[in-house]
C-alpha cells in the first residue's frame, strides 16, 4: 500500500494528509490514549501515494537553515502579563493583523478544547496568547491558510515545530505572504487527558473549569498555573499539579515526540520561539521577571518580521550553545521513560484512583520547599552568593 498506514505510533497528528487527499478517504480520529490518527477508508483508497509525499514524518526534506539566536523582551508590559515568555508572537501577531492579514494558532474553544483557529481582529488575537500544554487539533486548518494565501492576504501561521512541518509539507512551495512561527516543542499530551483533569479539577473547586492559564504570570515568569470557576481563581505553582508534572517529565506526550523529526536546529519555521531558561545565569542583566524569550531567526523572511519589530521590543544576539543549554529540544527528542507503556492505562475509569497511582507527584514535600522560592528570588540568592564567593 502506497498510503501512511505503514506509519503506526510514528504520526504525530498534524492531519496533513486528511487534507491533502484527493479521494477524501482519510480521516482523523482517535485512539485509546485519545490522539487522534488517520484512519483510511481502504475501500475509496486509490493508492496514489498523496499522502505519503505531503506527510511531514515520511517525505520532509531538511530546510537547510542555520538559526540566529537572540534573548527578546516585550517592552509592552501589559502584554507580556497575557503571554507566556517573553511576549514575542503577540507582536508578531499584532504586526501580521495592522498590516490586514490572517493569525492562525491554538486558541480554546467554549468546552476548553485546544484547536487552530484564524483571527482576523486584535480583539479575536488574545485567545491564542499563552502556552495550552495539550495537543491542538489541527483539521481543516492547512486548507485555510491555503485559501488565505491564495487570495495574497498576509498570514502567520504558528503551532507545535510538527503543525508548521505539516503545514510546510501539506502547501508543497513556499509564499511570500507566508510567515511560519513554531513553540520549540517538548511534546503534546492528549486532548482527552486534559479533558479528564479539567472535569476532575472542577469536581475538587466545586464548580465547572471556565479558564485554565498553564503559564500565568500573577508570581511572575515561572511554571505557575491559574484555574478558574465562575467563582474561584487558583494559582499554583505547577509542579503540584498532576497533570502538568507529569508532562514536564515527559511521561504523557504522545508517542511520536520521542522520535520527533523537528528536535533539531536546522527548522522549518521562519522564526523559533521559547523561554530563554537559563537567561539569569547567561546574561544576569537581560533577565526580565516578567519573561525573556529565546527567539531564533531561520530565514530571511523571519528576519524581516523581527527587524519589524525593532521599536517594541529589546533585544541581544546569543550563542547557540548557550540556548541549548536548558532547552535540549532543539537538539534531540525527549527521553521516553519506561512508565510511558502503560501510563494512560486507567484514564478512562475512575480518575481520581488514577491520578493517585499513576500520575502521582514524587516528594512533593521537598518539591514544596523549592518552590516556595520564587524563580526572581532563587536568582537574587545565587548572584548574592557570587560576589561573595
Ligand atoms: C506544547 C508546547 C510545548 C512547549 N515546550 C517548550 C519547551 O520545552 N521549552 C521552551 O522553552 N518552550 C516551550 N514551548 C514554548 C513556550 O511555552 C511559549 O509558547 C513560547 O515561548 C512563545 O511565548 P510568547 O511569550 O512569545 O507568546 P505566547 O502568547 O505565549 O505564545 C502563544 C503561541 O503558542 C501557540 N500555542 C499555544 N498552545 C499551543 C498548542 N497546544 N499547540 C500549538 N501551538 C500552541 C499559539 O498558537 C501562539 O503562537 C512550548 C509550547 C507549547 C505550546
Ligand atoms: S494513497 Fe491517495 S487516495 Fe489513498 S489515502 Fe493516500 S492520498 Fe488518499
Ligand atoms: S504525520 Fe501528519 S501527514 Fe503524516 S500520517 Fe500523521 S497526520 Fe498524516
Ligand atoms: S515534540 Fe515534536 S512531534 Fe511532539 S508535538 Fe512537539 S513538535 Fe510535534
Redesign the pocket.
Given at each position: 500500500m502506497n498510503n501512511i498506514s505503514a506509519l503506526g505510533k510514528k504520526c504525530c497528528g498534524c492531519a496533513a494528509c486528511e487534507q491533502v487527499c484527493p479521494k477524501h478517504c482519510i480521516q482523523m480520529k482517535p485512539d485509546e490514549e485519545g490522539f487522534l490518527y488517520p484512519v483510511i477508508d481502504t475501500e475509496s483508497c486509490v493508492d496514489c501515494g498523496v499522502c505519503v509525499k505531503r506527510c511531514p514524518v515520511l517525505s520532509l526534506k531538511p530546510a537547510g537553515n542555520t538559526p540566529k539566536v537572540f534573548s527578546v523582551k516585550s517592552k509592552d508590559t501589559e502584554m507580556?502579563q497575557?503571554?507566556?515568555?517573553?511576549?514575542?508572537?503577540?507582536l508578531l501577531?499584532l504586526q501580521t493583523i495592522r498590516s490586514g492579514g490572517t493569525v492562525f494558532?491554538?486558541?480554546y474553544d467554549k468546552s476548553l478544547r485546544?484547536r487552530?483557529t484564524a483571527a482576523r481582529t486584535e480583539s479575536e488575537l488574545e485567545a491564542?496568547?499563552?502556552?495550552?500544554?495539550?495537543?491542538?487539533d489541527t483539521r481543516g486548518v492547512y486548507t485555510e491558510v491555503k485559501d488565505e494565501l491564495q487570495k495574497g492576504v498576509p498570514v502567520l501561521f504558528?503551532?507545535?515545530s510538527c503543525?508548521v512541518a505539516g503545514l510546510v509539507s501539506f502547501l508543497g512551495r513556499d509564499y511570500d505572504n507566508l510567515l511560519t512561527?513554531d513553540?520549540?516543542?517538548?511534546?503534546?499530551p492528549s486532548p482527552l487527558l486534559f479533558k479528564r483533569h479539567m472535569e476532575y479539577l472542577g469536581k475538587k473547586l466545586g464548580g465547572e473549569v471556565k479558564n485554565f492559564t498553564f503559564?500565568c504570570k500573577d508570581k511572575g515568569w515561572g511554571v505557575f498555573y491559574r484555574v478558574e470557576t465562575a467563582d474561584i481563581k487558583k494559582v499554583e505553582h505547577s509542579h503540584f499539579d498532576p497533570y502538568f508534572s507529569a508532562f514536564v517529565e515527559g511521561k504523557t506526550v504522545r508517542e511520536s515526540c520521542y522520535s520527533c523529526v523537528c528536535a533539531t536546529p536546522d527548522r522549518h519555521a521562519d522564526i523559533t520561539?521559547?523561554?530563554?531558561?537559563g537567561i539569569d545565569d547567561i546574561d544576569p542583566k537581560f533577565f526580565d521577571k516578567n519573561?525573556v524569550?529565546?527567539v531564533l531567526v531561520n530565514t530571511t523572511k523571519g528576519d524581516k518580521a523581527m527587524n519589524g519589530l525593532s521599536s517594541d521590543i529589546i533585544s541581544k544576539p546569543q550563542k547557540f550553545e548557550d540556548a541549548v543549554k536548558k532547552?535540549s529540544?532543539l537538539i534531540k527528542p525527549t527521553k521516553r521513560p519506561a512508565c510511558r507503556d502503560t501510563i494512560y492505562q486507567g484514564m478512562d475509569g475512575n480518575y481520581e484512583e488514577y491520578v493517585k497511582t499513576k500520575l502521582k507527584i514524587k516528594s512533593v514535600l521537598k518539591k514544596r520547599i523549592k518552590m516556595l522560592v520564587s524563580f526572581d528570588t532563587k536568582r537574587k540568592i545565587k548572584q548574592l552568593i557570587k560576589h561573595r564567593g
Open positions: 507580556l497575557k503571554c507566556t515568555s517573553g511576549g514575542v508572537f503577540p501577531a494558532g491554538c486558541a485546544a487552530h491564542m496568547f499563552g502556552s495550552k500544554y495539550v495537543q491542538s504558528s503551532g507545535t503543525q512561527v513553540v520549540l516543542c517538548h511534546g503534546v503559564r520561539l521559547a523561554d530563554f531558561w519573561g524569550s529565546l532547552n529540544n
